[in-house]
């Protein structure tokens, strides 16, 4: 059993940054591509980023890439997305998740544990 930790949300203006943490216990964090999705109010969960177990590989929704960055340091169990240039649009719940699959995976439905997430409010 894995557990997975969110903190970093809050509010921001837009085109500001924010930096969101993901805490691992419980498993061996080093077996898991490890995940980052989001999901809006009245809205289905969506793939932000993904990150392969050793780090070496690293993956984006077409809406975040070139603003996001995820990273992982697998001694410390903890997962990271910087996200820069913030948009109103990126306004959501944030959630962590860990997937035992191929590299790549960007269904919620291959994800093997969750977070509870953290709250994302980017205002205009």
């Known amino acids: 059993q894995v557990q997975l930790v969110e903190s970093g949300g809050g509010l921001v203006q837009a085109g500001g940054s924010l930096r969101l943490s993901c805490a691992a216990s419980?498993?061996?964090?080093?077996?898991?591509?490890m995940d980052w999705f989001r999901q809006a109010p009245g809205k289905e969960r969506e793939f932000v980023a993904g990150?392969?177990?050793?780090?070496?590989?690293?993956y984006y929704a077409d809406s975040v890439k070139g603003r996001f960055t995820i990273s992982r340091d697998n001694a410390k169990k903890t997962v990271v997305l910087q996200m820069d240039s913030l948009k109103p649009e990126d306004t959501a719940v944030f959630y962590c998740?860990?997937?035992?699959?191929?590299?790549?995976?960007?269904?919620?439905?291959?994800?093997?544990?969750w977070g509870k997430g953290t709250l994302v409010t980017v205002s205009s």
């Open positions: 998740a860990a997937d035992r699959g191929g590299v790549g995976s960007r269904s919620p439905d291959a994800m093997d544990y």
């Open positions: 419980g498993g061996a964090f080093s077996t898991f591509n």
């Open positions: 990150i392969s177990r050793t780090g070496g590989i690293t």
